[in-house]
């Protein structure tokens, strides 16, 4: 069977089922960039969906950043979810079901550790707070569509914000992050500060649901979100209502995102057209991720996953709220 790459889980489930309906069970295809983890690893269970342990290197960070991610079975589980509701929607059309367990969220990509170092960057932290006053404190960060939650956990390892709230549509990314806060706890990340980590909150968040105020912080991040059109107009209007109160804004997206034309065709149609011209992304050195994908998560075509990590550009927008001045 053909793979696809960076489909929504409603139209995987609808290829899936449709192509196996005959056979009256679900088939999981499996897309592996390593072999299996050795049977010692330790391996939690969240949310009854089995998960390893990762350990990404951040450049900004003394030593790296423990995630979680769904093994290759977690991710057929939720795989096998997705198709399973998308099912009982298409059956069932007196009501509006709304298909759950969007499985993108249990692995990583690579725009997060991009925005990871580019948030802990001092550099990006003097220039965050513009004044001596506002210098003399921490800011405040929100994550958007947080995943895996390693933005986060880098936020909160770098001690370099005042608070962290961490979003997410889906209740199963929130559970990986609260499980990988714990696990990073008892590590010391910096060469001068030897306190624990900054407090993480998380909470349940639609960036679609615009009838709903984004949380207040200095600075909102969102790393690889743009997987759909209508995420990407809905997105782009979250910046603006950030920009629009005073936060900082940075929003990061690797290759094949097929959101990320109407990202940028809504942001530069709200914006003042004298400065539509500034509104881009930048292309950065990043890398890829490794690990075992379901093929629906992740396909063989695939730029974003390496046998090794190898580099990668990744996208980087960083606006700030002047950008909206006349």
């Known amino acids: 069977m053909k793979s696809f790459q960076w489909l929504t889980p409603a139209l995987a489930a609808a290829l899936l089922w449709n192509a196996h309906s005959s056979a009256n069970k679900l088939t999981a295809y499996a897309f ?87 948030i802990t960057r001092d550099t990006f932290l003097m220039s965050t707070m513009t004044n001596v006053e506002e210098q003399s404190n921490k800011p405040t960060l929100l994550e958007l569509g947080t995943g895996t939650g390693l933005v986060a956990l880098a936020g909160s390892a770098s001690n370099k914000y005042e608070s962290i709230m961490a979003t997410d549509y889906e209740s199963v990314p929130l559970k990986l992050l609260d499980a990988a806060y714990l696990l990073n706890q008892n590590k ?81 149609r709200l914006m003042n057209p004298n400065k539509m011209k500034d509104v881009d992304f930048v292309d950065v050195e990043g890398t890829t991720c490794r690990g075992q994908r379901n093929s629906l998560i992740c396909g063989e075509g695939s730029t974003s996953i390496s046998v090794e990590p190898k580099k990668l550009l990744v996208a980087i927008m960083d606006l700030k709220p002047d950008c909206l001045q006349k």
């Open 32 to 118: 592996s960039t390593t072999p299996p983890p050795a049977a010692t690893a330790t391996i939690h269970s969240i949310d009854n969906i089995p998960c390893h342990e990762t350990e990404i290197s951040i450049s900004t960070l003394h030593q790296p950043i423990t995630i979680l991610e769904a093994t290759l079975e977690g991710q057929d589980k939720l795989v096998d979810q997705v198709l399973m509701l998308e099912d009982e929607r298409n059956q069932d059309t007196t009501t509006n079901n709304i298909v759950e367990n969007d499985p993108y969220g249990s692995v990583l990509w690579p725009a997060a550790r991009t925005v990871s170092e580019h």
């Open 188 to 268: 010391v990340y910096t060469s001068t500060d030897t306190s624990t980590m900054t407090p993480i909150v998380t909470s349940l968040f639609d960036i679609c649901n615009l009838s709903v105020p984004l949380p207040p912080a200095d600075v909102v991040c969102a790393a690889d979100i743009l997987y759909e059109k209508s995420t990407g107009i809905a997105l782009a209007r979250r910046c603006i209502e950030a920009l629009e109160r005073g936060s900082r804004v940075v929003i990061g997206c690797s290759p094949g995102r097929p959101g990320r034309p109407a990202f940028l065709e809504e942001l530069r």
